[in-house]
């Protein structure tokens, strides 16, 4: 009888090792499982951030390509189709082109201003030749959308100069684009001049 206390005792510790043992095992495992979950998700949005900085850099290279595009390019300057008219009315086709490009491309104007005849363009000296007007604007978009304006601008018939685009994306959304676009605008100043072409400058 004796003896099989002295075996009851050595069969209670190790029972009580095992459950020590096991509830270290369970206790480790629950603060492991939150740890390694966060590891995973900051993995993932790792890459999910370097594919969107490499789809940023591949836009903004497409972006500069097609500016380059445009300030080496050939076109036509506009020519109105009436003679003498007021600067207002002959930019009217030209801008309102501009402005319809901007809207069907799903992008905001936050702001818009104009410059007659702006100085250092060798256009303005030649006053009743041509007529030039800078328009500024703060755009809101996105890089697919500012990228499809640029082309439009681009393929359009009539020469329009990209002065400067910047682009900044917005503190608390990465895919939203806060953007200022200065382009300039040139006409003839009568219809006499339809037909000529000038290279970009």
Sequence with gaps: MDKYKRYYGVAIFLTAVIVTVFIAITAIKSMTTPYMEYNNK?????????????LQKNIKTKLAKLKSSIMTSQKKIYSPVEDKLGSDTLFFTLYSDLIEMVHSNSIKIKSIDYEYNPEGDSFVAQKDVYFVCNVNMELVSNYVNLGKLIQDIYQYPYYIRINNLEVYPYPKDKKILLSTLSVRLYAHTSPDGSGIEKESD
């Excluded at 900051?42 to 490499?54: H, I, S």
């Design 42 to 54: 900051v993995a993932e949005l790792t890459q999910t951030l370097e594919t969107k900085q490499n």
